[in-house]
């Protein structure tokens, strides 16, 4: 079946460092692919998205590249901030609905 | 952001007494799904509805059921409360199911069942 694999954290930075969060996926035919984020007590919001092999998604210097030949949608981003700490979700879409990965907790240090 | 709201946001309730969820939106989208959110799990699907009226079980559907007899709102209930339905439980809607389908997501509802 479709599953989502991500690495597994916390992950731990300091300000103004460079940020790889790795995600793979399972799944029959082609997914759109999706990085969720999670501040504490809230619910997921939608960080970025690819729908298609090649596509690049952005958002508030987040990036990350749909790679068919190697089934990945790693997280990047240049320089965080502390105000980056959170939970990163990696999605894809499934037969019925999203297929998440189990999450990675990110924290970053002043 | 998207309008949906969850209701109660926070419950305790005690193994064996029912509970019922609930989401309601503003946006008038087709579907809408319940997922619970486990540490180490992510977030998996209990139930998804595809319309009033039509619902379908997700990979968790064990000891849930829902029902939605307006667009707007997507009750989850579970029957006779166990310990192990202690989780955050959140509502998402989407226009579509197709290959573009994002998802918006409540506020969650954290449920503890002592």
């Known amino acids: 079946g479709d599953s989502v694999t991500q690495m597994e954290g916390p992950v731990t930075l300091s300000e103004e460092a460079f940020l790889t969060i790795n995600c793979t996926y399972t799944?029959?035919?082609?997914?759109?692919l999706f990085w969720y984020v999670q501040y504490p007590g809230e619910g997921l919001q939608l960080l970025l998205k690819?729908?298609?092999?090649?596509d690049k998604g952005s958002n508030k210097g987040f990036e990350a590249t749909y790679r068919k030949e190697t089934t990945s949608f790693h997280l990047e981003k240049g320089s965080v901030q502390v105000s980056d700490s959170a939970v990163y979700f990696c999605?894809?879409?499934?037969?019925?609905?999203?297929?998440f990965g189990s999450g990675t907790r990110l924290q970053v240090q002043p | 952001d998207a309008g949906i709201t969850q209701s109660p946001r926070h419950k305790v309730t005690e193994t064996g007494t029912p509970v019922t969820l609930r989401c309601h939106q503003t946006e008038n989208h087709r579907y809408m799904y319940w997922y619970r959110q486990d540490p180490g799990h992510g977030l998996r699907l209990i139930h998804y509805s595809y319309g009033v009226k039509d619902t379908d079980k997700g990979e968790v559907s064990d000891g849930y059921s829902v029902s939605r007899s307006k667009t707007e709102d997507f009750l989850l209930t579970l029957e006779s409360a166990t310990s192990s339905q202690t989780s955050v439980y959140f509502c998402a809607i989407s226009e579509s199911q197709g290959i573009d389908s994002e998802q918006y997501f409540g506020p969650g509802t954290r449920l503890t069942v002592t």
């Open positions: 799944a029959t035919g082609y997914p759109s």
């Open positions: 999605a894809a879409t499934g037969r019925r609905a999203l297929t």
């Open positions: 690819a729908t298609k092999a090649d």
